[in-house]
């Protein structure tokens, strides 16, 4: 059994910062666009977290409210769909580029206490690969890959969390067992999809998900403001210790 912690997997959408908010505005605009006649309200929006993933929930939706709905040709409903989600994608980046977000309290300085310690970060997260670069860009420069061994998104794991995949296939590149990790996540899925995977996980929720479940996580916090390593060592020796 490893007994140092040697790697920081974060989740991007409400862990990194408090995106759901911009990604529902961006979704009620590419409704608009595409003149669907849908538009989500945040209490809708929260429920509709319950499925990851962007086309995925649009899908959902879509279904739920019109179940019986039949497909002039197989694939025609996932291609709007599809549509749709490039038009918000745009949109979200725009966005975020335009400043709408900030990272969580305490993000920055984790990560850079990562960095001085050495220890490895990688990204695991359900969200469009360019929404991540809109986001740390910014914050990190352009070079902000590089702060990272791993980064697994909705491009290289179409199954999405509660799904280990996006996990699994990072732990896998960064060449870490699971019990040397700790992911970094704000909602159930994201919660499920690390245990999965075996990696132990904090919690900060953020409004969108402080309802859901969260039994099982190493700790919940309300951000990550004045966490250290020292810190999430420490929980990790217990957690070791309870379950020996
Ligand atoms: C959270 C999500 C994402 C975003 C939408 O991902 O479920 O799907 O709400 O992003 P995570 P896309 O917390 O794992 O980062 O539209 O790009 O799918
Ligand atoms: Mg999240």
Request: overall charge negative; glycine content about 8%; charged content about 20%.
């Amino acid at each position: 059994m490893p007994t140092e912690l040697q790697a920081l997997i974060f989740d991007v959408d409400g862990t990194l910062a408090d995106t759901e908010a911009v990604h529902l505005q961006a979704f009620n605009d590419a409704f608009a666009q595409e003149g669907m006649g849908w538009h989500w309200t945040e209490s809708e929006y929260t429920k509709l977290l319950e499925v990851s993933g962007g086309k995925e929930r649009m899908l959902h939706y879509w279904r739920q409210t019109n179940p019986d709905m039949k497909e002039l040709e197989p694939g025609a409903r996932a291609e709007v769909v599809a549509r749709l989600h490039e038009i918000k994608t745009a949109a979200y980046e725009a966005r975020v580029m335009a400043g709408a977000v900030q990272l969580r309290p305490g993000v920055l300085a984790l990560m850079e206490a990562a960095q001085r310690e050495g220890l490895m970060m990688a990204i695991a997260t359900t969200t469009s690969p360019v929404n991540i670069g809109a986001l740390l860009r910014p914050v990190l420069g352009p070079d902000w890959r590089f702060h990272f061994a791993a980064i697994g998104d909705a491009s290289t794991a179409p199954l999405k969390k509660p799904h280990p995949q996006v996990y699994q296939q990072v732990l896998r590149e960064i060449g870490k067992p699971p019990g040397a990790c700790i992911a970094l996540e704000d909602s159930h899925n994201g919660l499920k999809a690390a245990l999965a995977a075996g990696v132990a996980a904090i919690i900060t929720p953020t409004s969108f998900t402080a309802h859901q479940d969260f039994s099982g996580a190493l700790v919940v916090r309300p951000d990550l403001q004045g966490i250290t390593l020292s810190m999430l060592q420490t929980w990790l020796a217990e957690k070791r210790a309870v379950a020996a």
